[in-house]
């Protein structure tokens, strides 16, 4: 038995050493042996090759051409008389290059007999076996001379059947090498479909799996892994089988199929692709998560209509707006007039005519102005609390508002101005739908879904009807013309995308519209960050801003104060001014076992800041980037 040691020596013999041991077998072998690869070039051949046909040593190297072969035979009378010996090779090597399995037996021209056994091999080339069978058929000269008992048909069977089984085996030998290679092709495919991020399966007429690559649960949260035997409407859900049973349905009839659906439990778009198995019967499924394109398609398609409406609107909107400051001020000079009661009404009337063309040009302005979020740790139940208590004044008798916050006490990190001005442009758009009908319910409601927190407002109107449902996070798109900007939905549409989240319309199954709003539910990781800068007074600001961040803050007005912080417990963050007056905060970075931000007023490009080796942000610091800034650190 070999030790441990040995067997290691043994994994690693050389490739030389490999080749040398096989060479050396089979030179031990009787029959001659050469293997040609697909090219037609010699790759192995034994000793008992060269030496039963008597080939000269650069017809047996590697790379030796099998033409040249035939040529130096067909040259030397191997084959017998020709009499075109050229045509003869070309005869020869067209059979080759067939590789098809043979086996015959011929004289050579000194008498002896060879047995020829050929099969081609999965890789390309082709074996061949060759075996002096002169005494075995001089034994069976002898047997028929003395045997005069047997029939000389059942010896001719006989020799027959030997040579259709010698044949056979030659095939057999084939198939079965084929029959490897077929099974390790299989085997890697399968392994690459199961690394493909997408779910990969086959579907027999009945609906049932006879193929996954177990992603069906990636692809469907909550599914099945493995699902090969059960139906499709066993691995699903419910309302997901209802989406796709009709497309299942055309498929089946020979119609491929490319659809998108929403997987109602998470959220996610998906997009399935069924093609028939005209074979085989059934179907072939390939479905995928398109959620992130789908949200930078929309993303795409709002920001080209935003453009579009922007550079129609930007050059009217400013001759409009210094046409109302000259409106204004005539009737605010005519206000200030003694005029008749009627005429005063007029003048007041034109006032806030023009005050409204005011705050649409603001909301104009508003589509193309900069927009960023700036995350703090919010009290969610506690911010419902306040949109309700701002927006009741205003629903007017007969108009009930309702919140119901299913969460845990635990802040997150939003943008709590945003979301207000969401949340009450969605309840005052329920409002107006409830106008002039006697009254009616807002309900707004907020739940955690997974990693998403999931805001939904929902009124027993009339609900959305199918243009508002497929325009109505456009800019200026509104059904009650004369009456509103058409720029509520979109600023929500625009607020929610910018925040990473979704905006779905709907209506109520009894009635009523339904928005929902899905938003990145993170929660608040609060810091403790030493803040480093020789100025009070900038060491005040960034206090006040981190503060509001709902982080904790430690201050120090130079590089050696700060190096003496080093070591307080909970320290999370250093936030340094770049230029200290006793050296450099990046100086910090390397003795920090935490994080290091700087910031500067020198610009990008300097020298100095562009060799800090840290993150740099710009004074003034914006809040946005350092909301994100502090995200990230909190998030690693």
Not at 506 to 530: F, I, K, Q, T
Request: glycine content about 8%.
């Amino acid at each position: 038995m070999l030790r441990p040691d040995e067997c290691y020596r043994c994994d690693m013999l050389s490739d030389a050493t490999r080749a040398e041991l096989t060479r050396s077998g089979l030179n031990l072998i009787p029959q001659a042996i050469s293997i040609f690869d697909a090219s037609l070039r010699l790759a192995v051949s034994n000793r008992s090759y060269r030496e039963m046909f008597d080939l000269p040593p650069h017809l047996t190297e590697p790379g030796a051409a099998f033409e040249d072969t035939i040529r130096f035979l067909v040259t030397r009378g191997e084959y017998g008389p020709v009499d075109d010996p050229e045509e003869a090779v070309r005869f020869r090597v067209e059979q080759a290059r067939a590789f098809q399995p043979h086996y015959f037996e011929r004289t050579r021209p000194d008498g002896r007999m060879i047995a020829v056994e050929g099969a081609p091999l999965a890789q390309g080339g082709w074996v061949a076996v060759y075996t002096d069978i002169t005494e075995i058929r001089r034994q069976e000269g002898l047997l028929r001379t003395r045997s005069e008992e047997l029939s000389g048909q059942i010896l001719d069977h006989a020799e027959r059947l030997a040579a259709a089984n010698r044949e056979l085996a030659a095939m057999n030998a084939s198939l079965e090498e084929a029959k490897r290679v077929l099974t390790e092709a299989e085997a890697r495919t399968r392994q690459v479909t199961e690394m493909v991020p997408a779910h990969i399966a086959h579907l027999d007429a009945g609906g049932r799996y006879s193929f996954s690559n177990n992603q069906l649960s990636e692809v469907f949260p909550g599914a099945r892994r493995s699902i090969v035997g059960l139906s499709i409407a066993e691995a699903v859900d419910a309302g997901t089988w209802a989406k796709i049973r009709p497309f299942w349905q055309k498929a089946l009839t020979g119609a491929p199929q490319v659809f998108e659906l929403t997987h109602d439990a998470s959220g996610r778009r998906i997009r399935v692709a069924l093609r028939p198995d005209r074979a085989g019967g059934g179907v072939y499924v390939l479905s995928t998560d398109v959620t992130a394109e789908v949200q930078a398609r929309e993303a795409l398609m709002h920001a080209a209509r935003r453009a579009l409406a922007a550079s129609l609107t930007s050059g009217l909107a400013h001759d409009f707006g210094n046409l109302l400051t000259i409106i204004l001020a005539l009737q605010d000079r005519l206000a200030r007039l003694a005029l008749p009661q009627e005429a005063a009404a007029d003048v007041q009337a034109t006032i806030a005519a023009a005050r409204r063309g005011t705050t649409l040009l603001d909301g104009i302005a508003s589509i193309t102005a900069p927009r960023t979020v700036v995350a703090r740790p919010v009290d969610v139940a506690a911010l419902l609390a306040e949109v309700a208590a701002l927006a009741r004044p205003s629903l007017g008798e007969g108009i009930a508002l309702e919140v119901v916050a299913d969460l845990k006490a635990e802040p997150l990190m939003l943008d709590s101005g945003h979301l207000q001005d969401s949340l009450l442009n969605l309840v005052l758009n329920a409002r107006d739908a409830l106008a002039g009908t006697g009254g009616g319910h807002i309900e707004i409601t907020a739940k955690a879904a997974g990693q998403w927190l999931d805001l939904t407002v929902e009124d027993d109107g009339p609900g959305f009807s199918d243009p508002a449902l497929s325009q109505a996070t456009q800019p200026f798109f509104t059904t009650r013309p004369g009456q509103g900007s058409g720029l509520g939905l979109s600023q929500v549409y625009d607020q929610t995308k910018l925040a990473g989240g979704t905006l779905r319309l709907g209506n109520r199954p009894g009635g009523g519209a339904r928005v929902r709003l899905r938003l990145p539910r993170r929660a608040a990781r609060r810091l403790m960050v030493l803040v480093v800068d020789d100025e009070p007074a900038i060491r005040a600001h960034v206090r006040d801003m981190l503060t509001g961040f709902g982080h904790a803050v430690i201050e120090a007005g130079s590089l050696a104060e700060a190096r003496g912080l080093l070591d307080l417990p909970g320290l999370g963050l250093i936030l340094s001014d770049l230029q200290l007056g006793d050296g450099l905060g990046s100086d910090l970075a390397a003795a920090a076992p935490m994080p290091v931000l700087l910031m500067t007023s020198l610009p990008p490009g300097d020298p100095l800041r562009e060799g800090a080796g840290v993150p740099v942000l710009s004074k003034p610091l914006d809040p946005a980037a350092l909301a994100v800034r502090l995200m990230e650190i909190a998030d690693a």
